[in-house]
């Protein structure tokens, strides 16, 4: 992983500027300052006990840090985990803070270890705890050699190496660190009703965790030229798995802005599925099967009962009602209000996963996972609902907050839905009425042609009889629907090109108030852009798409994570952070361009997503 060398800010930072530690059930983000600024225990969609990140210190952050202004910092993970190291340089000397959360099914425990690299550097560390998104201020007591903070049903307990006071509704320790002296700071998380346990050696602790992710990362099957950059993604897309019910958040954040300033701030904390065959894709192609086995669990759980209930968007154990408030205390990140925690969109109707379930379905099938003896009739019940409501306006693969449309995305997904479970019943011989099916396939892609096409300008548009072109459509190749050499396929892409790329990155779509009903404005989107350089590798564009995705991996911060989008002028990062769906793309592109690029050609045209079958 490169390491850039920065100024550590002691100001606010920016996205870019923090890092991703977590132990598969919750996460948090780490500033190059040295300050935890986000961390919801004990679960990813917990209330937030530091919610700095979308306010300032006083609504909770952790820091550890030189107490003089550091000359350098420098970050990175150790080796192939998710343990983070920053090692900060002073005009007295260096020091290294570890950064790590301990993998494990019984507790829930954040782990800050500082050791001294040169010279005697002093210290600063201050704890606010704020539980309930900065809105609580806990009740804090000693007991014995622990320090026990808590509020209603929440108890952090803090032992620390060094002496700790409190001072001003937060808790404090300076001390100095001289070169190979090694302090200790376990933040333990329990319900307030729990009995305290002992604190966890951090040393022992930090050899366990170091050497679980060693195991987990040697399991990676990409040998490829990207391999750092994949297996960074990997990690990442693990530590966003909430390891109990097998499920993935898009993002481990809430509310970060995808304008600055901007409103659309929205809560990413649960799992869509809309991103089910990206997730799928990427842990199957890498050799992921049992991550990949649990996802589909996780899936076939959360879509069980009345097909027209489907969500397009659940909880971390399939929950579904997903109430989105504003938490006006907040002021939000850089300003950007207001701050959201749940999700309305969990309401909307949305046609296109209909085609991501079945597809994913159909990939797990294809890459010869165990049989799940449910599936085929989950299948069969939700084509029985799309079958006569595939032609229902939608909210689209975007969730717009607009009136919905015939989005042409969508309609292509249900396309997928009933391509997919039509191969799955011919090749394995299921019960299944094929011929009808066949009949609404090829009905569905007539209307699209037909309708989802603008001769005038030879692209496919964003929603039947817009002008508007759409980002998702760059992914019509990939799903088979159109061949990449067709015309109407070629001159898509070409308008893309022409309409949606700014400063050589992609736009999802030009945000229209007409559209989404809202302010127009945000960053490039990183997922689009990857998409976009499959569109070359398929097209035999190879050059385009190597330059195209090593320039996009040049985006990704120190220690390679990446948001959801990216401000190029500026050259901000904007939106949730780290995002598993522009992750789960770089892998997909990376092992898209170690495959020859026919073999990917003939995928695309059997309708499979070329790079999970492909074998390197």
């Given at each position: 992983?490169?390491?850039?060398?920065?100024?550590?800010?002691?100001?606010?930072?920016?996205?870019?500027?923090?890092?991703?530690?977590?132990d598969?059930?919750?996460?948090?983000?780490?500033?190059?300052?040295?300050?935890?600024d986000?961390?919801?225990?004990?679960?990813?969609?917990?209330?937030?006990?530091f919610?700095?990140?979308?306010?300032?210190p006083?609504?909770g952050?952790?820091?550890?840090?030189?107490?003089?202004?550091?000359?350098?910092?420098?970050?990175?993970?150790?080796?192939?985990?998710?343990?983070?190291?920053?090692?900060?340089?002073?005009?007295?000397?260096?020091?290294?803070?570890?950064?790590?959360?301990?993998?494990?099914?019984?507790?829930?425990?954040?782990?800050?270890?500082?050791?001294?690299?040169?010279?005697?550097v002093?210290?600063?560390?201050?704890?606010?705890?704020?539980?309930?998104?900065?809105?609580?201020?806990?009740?804090?007591?000693?007991?014995?050699?622990?320090?026990?903070?808590?509020?209603?049903?929440?108890?952090?307990?803090?032992?620390?190496?060094?002496?700790?006071?409190?001072?001003?509704?937060?808790?404090?320790?300076?001390?100095?660190?001289r070169?190979?002296?090694?302090?200790?700071?376990?933040?333990?998380?329990?319900?307030?009703?729990?009995?305290?346990?002992?604190?966890?050696?951090?040393?022992?602790?930090?050899?366990?965790?170091?050497?679980?992710?060693?195991?987990?990362?040697?399991?990676?099957r990409?040998k490829?030229?990207?391999?750092?950059?994949?297996?960074?993604?990997?990690?990442?897309?693990k530590?966003?798995?909430?390891?109990?019910t097998g499920?993935?958040?898009?993002a481990?954040t809430?509310?970060?802005?995808?304008?600055?300033?901007?409103?659309?701030?929205?809560?990413?904390?649960?799992?869509?599925?809309?991103?089910?065959?990206?997730?799928?894709?990427?842990?199957?192609?890498?050799?992921?099967?049992?991550?990949?086995?649990?996802?589909?669990?996780?899936?076939?759980?959360?879509?069980a009962?009345?097909?027209?209930?489907?969500?397009?968007?659940?909880?971390?154990?399939?929950?579904r009602?997903?109430?989105?408030?504003?938490?006006?205390?907040?002021?939000g990140?850089?300003?950007?209000?207001?701050?959201?925690?749940?999700?309305?969109?969990?309401?909307?109707f949305?046609?296109?996963?209909?085609?991501?379930?079945?597809?994913?379905?159909?990939?797990?099938?294809?890459?010869?996972?165990?049989?799940?003896?449910?599936?085929?009739?989950?299948?069969?019940?939700?084509?029985?609902?799309?079958?006569?409501?595939?032609?229902?306006?939608?909210?689209?693969?975007?969730?717009?907050?607009?009136?919905?449309?015939?989005?042409?995305?969508?309609?292509?997904?249900?396309?997928?839905?009933f391509?997919?479970?039509?191969?799955?019943a011919?090749?394995?011989?299921?019960?299944?009425p094929?011929?009808?099916?066949?009949?609404?396939?090829?009905?569905?892609?007539?209307?699209?042609?037909?309708?989802?096409?603008?001769?005038?300008?030879?692209?496919f548009?964003?929603?039947?009889?817009?002008?508007?072109?759409?980002?998702?459509?760059?992914?019509?190749?990939?799903?088979?629907?159109l061949?990449?050499?067709?015309?109407?396929?070629?001159g898509?892409?070409?308008?893309?090109?022409?309409?949606?790329?700014?400063?050589?990155?992609?736009?999802?779509?030009?945000?229209?108030?007409?559209?989404?009903?809202?302010?127009?404005?945000?960053?490039?989107?990183l997922?689009?852009?990857?998409?976009?350089?499959?569109?070359?590798?398929?097209?035999?564009r190879?050059?385009?798409?190597?330059?195209?995705?090593e320039?996009?991996?040049?985006?990704?911060?120190?220690?390679?994570?990446?948001?959801?989008?990216?401000?190029?002028?500026?050259?901000?990062m904007?939106?949730?952070?780290?995002q598993?769906?522009?992750?789960?793309?770089?892998?997909?592109?990376?092992?898209?361009?170690?495959?020859?690029?026919e073999?990917a050609?003939?995928?695309s045209?059997?309708?499979?997503?070329?790079?999970?079958?492909a074998?390197?």
């Amino acid at each position: 992983m490169k390491k850039r060398r920065t100024r550590a800010a002691f100001k606010r930072l920016s996205i870019e500027d923090y890092a991703l530690i977590g132990d598969c059930h919750t996460a948090a983000l780490v500033g190059s300052n040295g300050s935890i600024d986000w961390l919801c225990f004990p679960r990813f969609d917990s209330g937030a006990c530091f919610a700095s990140l979308l306010g300032g210190p006083e609504h909770g952050r952790w820091l550890l840090a030189p107490a003089a202004k550091p000359k350098s910092v420098r970050r990175r993970y150790l080796d192939d985990s998710l343990v983070l190291t920053t090692e900060f340089r002073t005009q007295q000397g260096s020091v290294r803070v570890i950064d790590f959360m301990p993998t494990s099914d019984e507790r829930w425990d954040l782990v800050r270890i500082v050791e001294g690299l040169s010279g005697c550097v002093r210290m600063h560390m201050e704890l606010i705890v704020r539980f309930d998104y900065g809105s609580i201020v806990p009740w804090v007591r000693r007991s014995r050699d622990l320090l026990l903070l808590t509020a209603g049903p929440d108890t952090l307990e803090l032992a620390a190496s060094v002496e700790v006071a409190g001072q001003n509704m937060k808790t404090v320790a300076d001390f100095p660190v001289r070169k190979g002296q090694r302090e200790s700071f376990v933040l333990n998380y329990r319900p307030s009703h729990f009995p305290t346990r002992p604190a966890i050696e951090a040393f022992q602790s930090l050899k366990r965790t170091t050497a679980h992710w060693h195991r987990w990362s040697a399991r990676c099957r990409y040998k490829g030229r990207w391999r750092p950059a994949v297996l960074r993604s990997l990690i990442t897309l693990k530590a966003l798995t909430y390891k109990p019910t097998g499920g993935m958040v898009a993002a481990p954040t809430a509310s970060l802005p995808e304008q600055l300033g901007g409103v659309r701030n929205w809560d990413y904390r649960y799992c869509w599925l809309r991103d089910a065959t990206f997730t799928l894709n990427a842990l199957l192609l890498a050799g992921y099967n049992e991550e990949a086995a649990a996802w589909r669990e996780w899936l076939l759980r959360a879509v069980a009962g009345s097909p027209d209930d489907l969500q397009i968007v659940y909880g971390l154990s399939g929950a579904r009602r997903l109430d989105e408030i504003e938490l006006p205390w907040l002021p939000g990140h850089r300003r950007s209000k207001p701050v959201r925690v749940g999700n309305a969109a969990s309401r909307q109707f949305q046609l296109d996963v209909y085609g991501e379930v079945m597809d994913s379905l159909h990939l797990a099938r294809a890459a010869d996972l165990e049989p799940h003896p449910e599936a085929w009739s989950v299948q069969i019940a939700l084509l029985r609902f799309l079958e006569s409501n595939w032609n229902r306006p939608d909210k689209g693969l975007w969730e717009v907050r607009g009136p919905p449309k015939h989005f042409t995305h969508s309609k292509i997904m249900a396309w997928v839905a009933f391509d997919r479970a039509i191969k799955d019943a011919e090749k394995e011989r299921l019960d299944a009425p094929i011929e009808r099916w066949r009949g609404v396939r090829d009905l569905i892609h007539a209307q699209i042609c037909r309708k989802g096409f603008d001769a005038a300008n030879n692209t496919f548009v964003q929603s039947y009889g817009s002008t508007f072109l759409d980002a998702s459509l760059l992914l019509m190749p990939q799903v088979g629907f159109l061949p990449i050499e067709d015309e109407r396929v070629i001159g898509t892409i070409a308008a893309i090109e022409r309409r949606l790329l700014r400063n050589g990155l992609v736009l999802r779509y030009a945000t229209q108030s007409d559209v989404d009903a809202l302010p127009a404005g945000e960053g490039t989107f990183l997922a689009c852009s990857f998409w976009l350089a499959d569109c070359y590798v398929l097209a035999g564009r190879r050059k385009e798409a190597e330059a195209f995705f090593e320039r996009l991996l040049r985006i990704a911060n120190d220690v390679g994570l990446f948001a959801e989008e990216y401000d190029p002028r500026a050259k901000r990062m904007l939106g949730n952070f780290p995002q598993a769906l522009t992750h789960m793309a770089l892998v997909n592109t990376a092992r898209l361009l170690s495959i020859p690029a026919e073999s990917a050609r003939r995928a695309s045209a059997r309708g499979e997503r070329p790079a999970a079958h492909a074998h390197h």
